[in-house]
């Protein structure tokens, strides 16, 4: 069974820097990409990046970079995710989702459970 | 990037009933439309990927369609555990955007 644990909720100060972790287990962690999705309170979904653990390849959405720095262990099977620099705008849930396809293309068949970034003074 | 612009942003219905949700992408997808069910505190679940394709035990009420730029999740006989929030997803390519979301509530 295909499951991505994600790390706790954090509550972090403005300005601050989060890494916040996706435990992968039940596939070969380097068989497939991972990509990250934020969803801000009570809106929509918006794609963030992806890393390829294989080649350590990333590709970020323009609008995250900068912001979001993806990347990955093999060693542990997990991969991360740190946001720079934090302000209110970054409070939202992020999720962590598997890829499904080789590309072009993809979608999303297996997600983590989110991590609830708050940004607050 | 492409745009995804879903409609309605929200739908009240009864169970039993039958509802559609559009999503109208701003250029030729080429089929890779996605669909995903999200209920409150949880993580979206995959419907519907290559417009028409259901996802493995996703139940047969549940149909997608159309080609191009437009596209529709059609959900019959509405059950009690389908009033959630429906996203639609450009497949095609990065980045990979979502439609803004239409909520499904009980009339």
């Known amino acids: 069974e295909v499951k991505l644990q994600q790390s706790g909720d954090e509550l972090v100060r403005p300005g601050a820097s989060v890494k916040m972790s996706c435990k992968a287990s039940?596939?070969?962690?380097?068989?497939?990409?991972m990509h990250w999705v934020k969803q801000s309170p009570g809106q929509g979904l918006e794609w963030i990046g992806t890393i390829i653990p294989l080649i350590d390849t990333t590709s970020y959405n323009q609008k995250f970079k900068g912001k979001a720095t993806l990347t990955a262990d093999k060693s542990s099977n997990t991969a991360y995710m740190e946001l720079s620099r934090l302000t209110s705008e970054d409070s939202a849930v992020y999720y962590c989702?598997?890829?499904?396809?080789?590309?072009?293309?993809?979608?999303?068949?297996?997600w983590g459970q989110g991590t609830l970034v708050t940004v607050s003074s | 990037d492409i745009q995804m612009t879903q409609s309605p942003t929200s739908l009240a219905a009864s169970v039993g009933e039958s509802v559609t949700i559009t999503c109208l992408a701003s250029?030729?997808?080429?089929?890779?439309l996605v669909w995903y069910q999200q209920k409150p505190g949880k993580s979206p679940q995959l419907l519907i990927y290559g417009a028409t394709i259901l996802e493995d035990g996703i139940p047969s009420r549940f149909s997608g369609s159309g080609s191009d730029t437009q596209y529709s999740l059609k959900i019959n006989s509405l059950q009690p555990e389908d009033f959630a929030s429906y996203y639609c997803?450009?497949?095609?390519?990065?980045?990979?955007?979502f439609g803004a979301g239409t909520k499904l509530e009980l009339k």
């Open positions: 989702a598997r890829s499904t396809t080789e590309g072009p293309g993809d979608w999303f068949a297996y």
């Open positions: 039940g596939y070969t962690f380097t068989d497939y990409a």
């Open positions: 250029e030729d997808i080429y089929g890779s």
């Open positions: 997803q450009n497949g095609l390519s990065t980045p990979y955007t």
